[in-house]
C-alpha cells in the first residue's frame, strides 16, 4: 500500500526506459541503473548509501529484494521511490539454454532479477514551495509522452488537412510557450530532433533548447 502512494505521488519522478538484462548464463549479476535529474549535481542514495551524484550512472547487484533509491539537493525536496525487482526476462530463456540446473542457480543467486525501469528522471522541487523549473518541467513532459510524441512528430503530413498537430505534440508547444506565429518552424525542429536523437532522455535535452523564455 505504501509503494503504491510512493508511486501516486512522487510524480516528479520518472521512468525513461527499461533495461533488458540478462541472467547469470548469458551475463553477470549486475545490471547498470542510470539516474538523471533538474537541477543536476543531486545526491544520490541507495539503501541509504550515497552513490554518487546526478547525472550517474552505475551497476548494482541483481537481487529479488527491493532497493530504495533517494535523490537530494539543498534547496530542493528531497525524492525517493522503491527500486523494485522483477525477474529478468531471459530467466526463462536460461532453462533452454541451461536447463533447469542453470535457471534454479540464477534464482538462488539473484542474478535472475533485475530493477525496473532501469532509468530515472527526478524533477525536485524547490523546498520554498516555487514550482520546479519550467526547463525541468519541458523535460518531464518530453519523457512522460515520448512515445505519443514519437508517433505524431513521425506521422507523414496530410495535404488535405493544413498545418495539423497531435494533441502531445500541442501540449509540448504550450509548455514551450511557443507563440502561435512560430509554431510551425518548431514543430519542424522536433521532427529533426524526433529522427537524430535516440533515448527520451536525448530527445528532452534537444527539446529543452527550443523553449521560449
Same mark, same amino acid.
Not at 39 to 57: L, N
Not at 106 to 113: L, M
Not at 165 to 170: A, F, L, M, R, S
Given at each position: 500500500m505504501?509503494?503504491t502512494?510512493? *508511486?501516486?505521488?512522487?510524480?516528479s ?5 527499461f533495461l533488458?538484462?540478462c541472467? #547469470?548464463?548469458?551475463?553477470?549479476? +549486475?545490471?547498470?541503473?542510470?539516474i538523471?535529474?533538474?537541477?543536476e549535481?543531486?545526491?544520490i542514495h ?8 546526478t547525472?550517474?550512472?552505475?551497476p ?12 537530494? +539537493?539543498d534547496?530542493?525536496e528531497s ?11 531471459v *530467466? ?16 538462488i543467486?539473484g ?10 528522471f527526478?524533477?525536485?522541487k524547490?523546498?520554498n514551495?516555487?514550482?520546479p523549473?519550467?526547463t ?15 508517433k505524431e ?6 495535404p488535405?488537412v493544413?498545418n495539423k ?5 500541442e ?21 529533426? *530532433? #524526433?529522427?537524430?536523437n535516440?533515448?527520451a532522455?536525448? *530527445?528532452?535535452i +534537444?527539446?529543452?533548447t527550443l523553449?521560449?523564455?
Amino acid at each position: 500500500m505504501r509503494t503504491t502512494k510512493q *508511486f501516486k505521488t512522487a510524480l516528479s519522478i520518472v521512468s525513461v526506459c527499461f533495461l533488458v538484462g540478462c541472467a #547469470s548464463i548469458i551475463s553477470s549479476g +549486475k545490471q547498470t541503473v542510470t539516474i538523471a535529474s533538474d537541477p543536476e549535481d543531486a545526491v544520490i542514495h541507495i539503501d541509504g548509501i550515497q552513490v554518487g551524484k546526478t547525472p550517474s550512472t552505475f551497476p548494482i547487484e541483481r537481487s529479488r529484494i527491493q532497493k530504495t533509491l533517494s535523490v537530494s +539537493k539543498d534547496g530542493y525536496e528531497s525524492q525517493t521511490v522503491p527500486l523494485q525487482s522483477s525477474i529478468n526476462p531471459v *530467466f526463462f530463456g536460461n532453462i533452454v539454454s541451461g536447463g533447469l540446473y542453470g535457471s534454479t542457480t540464477d534464482a538462488i543467486s539473484g542474478a535472475a532479477y533485475e530493477y525496473r525501469p532501469g532509468y530515472f528522471f527526478v524533477l525536485l522541487k524547490p523546498a520554498n514551495g516555487e514550482a520546479p523549473s519550467n526547463t525541468g518541467q519541458i523535460k518531464m513532459y518530453t519523457i512522460q509522452n515520448y512515445a505519443n510524441l514519437l508517433k505524431e512528430l513521425r506521422l507523414k503530413p496530410n495535404p488535405r488537412v493544413k498545418n495539423k498537430i497531435g494533441p502531445t505534440t500541442e501540449g509540448l508547444l504550450n509548455v514551450l510557450k511557443i507563440p502561435e506565429g512560430e509554431r510551425d518552424s518548431v514543430v519542424k525542429q522536433l521532427k529533426i *530532433f #524526433s529522427e537524430n536523437n535516440k533515448t527520451a532522455l536525448e *530527445f528532452s535535452i +534537444k527539446v529543452a533548447t527550443l523553449e521560449n523564455k
